[in-house]
C-alpha cells in the first residue's frame, strides 16, 4: 500500500502510474488509464499534457479500418528517451547508450589487457564520450555492472578483484555528471533483470568466470538485504584434499577450486587452451573438471534442499566456453542427489548476456515500473 501524505507526492504518485501503463501496455488510450486506475479523467488530461510538453511521452494513431478513426493513442517517446548501460569487468570496460526499445545507439569499450590503468578514470571518460551523443536531459539513468561485493545503496565497492575500486564510491564520484546512477554487482544485476522471464519464486543464478558469484531470488523477489549474500564462491568445500588459501582469509573456498582463475593455476594453461583439451577429451583436463562439477555440486544441493529451490541458472564465462556437456554433467549431479520432496525442477543456462543491454534495460525498468520504492 502507497503511503501518499500530501498532494505533491498524490501528483507523482498519479504520473508515476500513468507512466507505468503506457509503458507496460506500449500504446494505450486515455480512457483505458481511466478504466485502470481511480483517476478523474481531468487528472488523467493535465498529467498526460504535463508528460507531452516533457516529452516523455508520444501520441501516436493506431490504425483500425472497421472502426474508423481512432482517437489518439499514448506510447513513450522513444526518441527522446535513452540510458546508458555499462560493465566493468575484469576483462573490459564497456559502456553503451540505449533507447527504450533496446537498441543501442552508440558503445565505447576498453579492453583491460596488461595495461591494466586506472578503471575509475575509463569508466568517466568512457561515458562523457557516450553522453556527447544524447541530449542528457533524456537519459534516464546509468546502470552499472561491477563484478565484486558492492553496496548498491551507498554506492560504495567493499571488494572487486583486479579492478582497483575497493573503497571507491561509484555514486560519489560520478554525481558530477548529474545522471542518477543505478549500481550493483555483477550477478545480482543479471538476476534482477532476469526474473520477470523465469516466471518461479524460488531459484539461483550462479555466475562461473575468474570468480564465482549467485544471486537468489526467494519468494519472488531478489534478496538483497546484506551487501555479501550470494558469495557461493566462498562457501566451504570440505572433500577438498589440500585446501587453498582464499582470499576472503578461510581455506578451501569453492573459488579456489572452480573458479577461472583456479582452474588455469591448475591445469597451467590459459582458458582457450584448456577448453580446446576439454573438448578433445584429455583425460587429466576431464579430470579436473569432474573435480570442479563435483566442488560445485557439494554446497549446492544443500542450498537446494535448504531453500527449496526450483531452478538454478548458471551463466559466465567459463559455462560459455566449457558448453553444454559439463553443465550437463552438474544437471544429472544434482538430479541422482536431490531429495524425493523437493521442488527443484530443472536446470538452465544463461549464455552470452548483453551485460550494458541488461543494465541500461534495468534503468527503464526501475523508472517506470519500480518507482513505488523510491516514493
Ligand atoms: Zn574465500
Not at 233 to 243: A, C, L, M, Q, T
Amino acid at each position: 500500500m502507497i503511503k501518499v501524505t500530501s498532494p505533491d507526492l498524490m501528483k507523482i504518485n498519479n504520473k508515476k502510474q500513468i507512466l507505468e501503463l503506457i509503458y507496460s501496455e506500449k500504446n494505450i488510450y486515455r480512457a483505458q488509464i481511466a478504466e485502470m486506475t481511480n483517476m478523474s479523467n481531468q487528472t488523467i488530461t493535465n498529467l498526460v499534457k504535463e508528460l507531452l510538453n516533457e516529452g516523455i511521452v508520444k501520441e501516436v494513431t493506431i490504425e483500425n479500418k472497421s472502426k474508423g478513426r481512432n482517437p489518439m493513442a499514448l506510447s513513450i517517446n522513444n526518441e527522446n528517451i535513452c540510458s546508458i548501460g555499462v560493465e566493468v569487468s575484469v576483462e573490459k570496460i564497456n559502456v553503451g547508450l540505449f533507447d527504450v526499445d533496446g537498441d543501442m545507439l552508440v558503445d565505447r569499450t576498453y579492453k583491460r589487457q596488461d595495461d591494466i590503468g586506472n578503471v575509475l578514470d575509463i569508466v568517466k571518460d568512457l561515458l562523457e564520450q557516450v553522453i556527447s551523443y544524447a541530449d542528457k536531459k533524456r537519459i534516464l539513468g546509468i546502470g552499472i555492472s561491477i563484478e565484486g561485493i558492492i553496496n548498491s545503496l551507498s554506492g560504495l565497492v567493499i571488494k572487486s578483484k583486479n579492478l582497483g575500486l575497493d573503497g571507491v564510491n561509484i555514486l560519489k564520484e560520478l554525481e558530477y555528471l548529474g545522471i542518477p546512477v543505478l549500481i550493483k554487482n555483477d550477478v545480482n544485476m543479471l538476476a534482477e533483470t532476469d526474473y520477470g522471464k523465469q516466471l518461479l519464486n524460488n531459484y539461483m543464478l550462479i555466475k562461473l568466470d575468474s570468480g564465482i558469484g549467485a544471486a537468489l531470488v526467494l519468494d519472488g523477489s531478489l534478496l538483497k538485504s546484506s551487501q555479501t549474500v550470494g558469495e557461493f564462491g566462498h562457501v566451504r568445500i570440505h572433500s577438498i584434499d589440500e585446501p587453498k588459501q582464499c582470499e576472503c582469509g578461510q581455506k578451501g573456498c569453492l573459488t579456489t577450486e572452480a573458479s577461472i582463475t583456479a582452474i588455469e593455476k591448475k591445469s597451467g594453461l590459459f582458458l582457450e587452451s584448456f577448453v580446446e583439451q576439454y573438448k578433445s577429451g584429455d583425460s587429466r583436463i576431464r579430470a579436473i573438471i569432474e573435480d570442479v562439477s563435483r566442488y560445485i555440486c557439494e554446497p549446492l544441493i544443500n542450498i537446494i534442499t535448504l531453500l527449496d529451490l526450483e531452478r538454478v541458472i548458471f551463466t559466465g564465462k567459463l559455462v560459455n566456453s566449457l558448453g553444454d556437456e559439463f553443465i550437463d554433467s552438474i544437471s544429472q549431479y544434482i538430479d541422482r542427489s536431490i531429495n524425493s520432496f523437493s521442488s527443484y525442477k530443472d536446470l538452465k543456462i544463461l549464455k552470452n548476456v548483453n551485460v550494458i543491454e541488461r543494465c541500461a534495460g534495468y534503468v527503464f525498468y526501475d523508472y517506470f515500473l519500480n518507482w513505488r520504492e523510491h516514493l
